[in-house]
């Protein structure tokens, strides 16, 4: 199915039997580039306020398993698709306690925080590079993994 054209119409019509579970992005380092401004919003749960940044991935470092990186980027079809394609989202909670985590992701986009605001530093983050440490979560009730950054560094 051709991503080009896809709406909301296109997508109810595939058939039922193509349709596949996401695998999620293996476990490992990557580098990668923060793709527009920021989402902001609440958690649905406990209404904390967040900042999430959408991360399109550029390459992967060795610790990656070569395997996985592979299976995940070919289709059904076998066409194999560019790791440039894939993203993934960091998301970060904006409370008093947890801001830190925060500033240290903008620190690692390469920006300086010297005299200016947390927000001031958000508005620089389109196309920063940084590398970014994704991990394996399972789901709630054990029945899917899901793959989230767990730490992000400078790219050297």
Same mark, same amino acid.
């Given at each position: 199915?051709?991503?080009?054209? %896809?709406?909301?119409?296109?997508?109810?019509?595939?058939?039922? $039997?193509? &349709?596949?579970?996401?695998?999620?992005?293996?476990?490992?380092?990557?580098?990668?580039? *923060?793709?527009? @401004?920021?989402?902001?919003?609440?958690?649905?749960?406990?209404?904390?306020?967040?900042?999430?940044?959408? !991360?399109?991935?550029?390459?992967?470092?060795?610790? *990656?398993?070569?395997?996985?990186?592979?299976?995940?980027?070919?289709?059904? $079809?076998?066409?194999?698709?560019?790791?440039?394609?894939?993203?993934?989202?960091?998301?970060?909670? /904006? /409370?008093?306690?947890? !801001?830190?985590? @925060? /500033?240290?992701? @903008?620190?690692?986009?390469?920006?300086?925080?010297?005299?200016? %605001? &947390?927000?001031?530093?958000?508005?620089? %983050?389109?196309?920063?590079? &940084?590398?970014?440490? &994704?991990?394996?979560?399972?789901?709630? $009730?054990?029945?899917?993994?899901?793959?989230?950054?767990?730490? %992000?560094?400078? *790219?050297?």
């Amino acid at each position: 199915m051709a991503k080009s054209a %896809t709406s909301f119409e296109s997508i109810l019509d595939t058939p039922a $039997d193509e &349709v596949e579970r996401p695998k999620p992005l293996p476990a490992g380092t990557y580098t990668a580039i *923060v793709r527009g @401004l920021p989402e902001y919003g609440e958690s649905t749960k406990k209404k904390t306020p967040f900042v999430k940044f959408a !991360l399109a991935l550029i390459s992967a470092d060795e610790d *990656v398993d070569e395997d996985e990186l592979t299976e995940l980027l070919t289709n059904k $079809d076998g066409e194999v698709i560019p790791l440039t394609e894939k993203s993934i989202s960091s998301t970060y909670y /904006t /409370t008093p306690d947890a !801001l830190f985590r @925060l /500033t240290d992701f @903008l620190e690692h986009c390469g920006i300086e925080s010297e005299g200016k %605001t &947390v927000r001031q530093m958000i508005d620089e %983050t389109p196309n920063c590079e &940084v590398k970014i440490k &994704v991990a394996h979560r399972p789901s709630e $009730d054990g029945q899917q993994i899901f793959a989230e950054v767990k730490g %992000t560094m400078k *790219v050297e």
